[in-house]
């Protein structure tokens, strides 16, 4: 598989508020419960080692970060699902900011939910694929800290999983940011969605 490492990351903004940039170039924006490695597998995939707050105080992410990657195509980190800690008000803003975002014309090419293989999958997570569900935006499962799970293990996870969210256990992705497993098909599948 061809590598592909960015040469460029730029952060073009952290907002709550359309618009949204760049709506000239493809976005993938990335989804998941708090807590769940979002961060870090960002940093993974560009490289960076700070680029998002990695294990910052989980729900910390209160807006939407979009990055510029090679002047090509924008990844957005989603604010973090689930912070028991914020009143509902606030949690209401994040969600309403993120649909918003989602229904936007064009919106995201494509959206990845980020899903902790070492748990199985909680309410949070049925939430983020309900609310990504009608928007009819093409969406991908994929599993982080594979590192935690042991290869005789990842079959119940995976079906587990995939009973769960009712998607195809083959199309589940495992990735570690400790390891570096899945990133180059990462990088593949947001190539494609992007139309790279
Ligand atoms: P976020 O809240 O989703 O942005 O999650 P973070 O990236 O801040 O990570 C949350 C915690 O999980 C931190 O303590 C990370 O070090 C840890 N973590 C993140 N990714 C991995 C991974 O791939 N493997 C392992 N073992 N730990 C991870």
């Given at each position: ?40 597998l ?20 209160k ?46 090419a ?7 293989a070492?748990?199985a ?15 009819g ?60």
């Open positions: 598989m061809k590598k592909y490492r960015p040469k460029n990351v730029e952060e073009i903004s952290k907002t709550l508020k359309p618009p949204w940039p760049h709506p000239e170039l493809p976005h993938v924006a990335i989804a998941g419960r708090s807590n769940v490695g979002k961060s870090s960002v940093n993974k995939l560009t490289s960076r080692k700070k680029l998002a707050g990695v294990g910052k105080t989980p729900g910390k992410t807006a939407l970060q979009f990055f510029r990657v090679d002047h090509k195509f924008i990844l957005c980190d989603l604010p973090g699902y689930g912070y028991a800690k914020v009143s509902k008000q606030l949690r209401s803003l994040w969600q309403d900011a993120v649909l918003d975002y989602f229904d936007s014309d064009p919106g995201p494509g959206i990845i939910i980020l899903m902790d070492r748990h999958p909680a309410k949070l997570d049925e939430q983020i694929v309900a609310d990504v569900l009608p928007t935006i093409p969406w991908m499962p994929v599993l982080t800290k594979a590192d935690k799970v042991p290869r005789g293990q990842r079959r119940k996870v995976q079906m587990r999983v995939s009973e769960t969210l009712k998607v195809d256990g083959d199309m589940l992705a495992w990735t570690s940011s400790v390891t570096g497993e899945g990133i180059e098909t990462l990088w593949q599948e947001i190539l494609e969605l992007t139309g790279q």
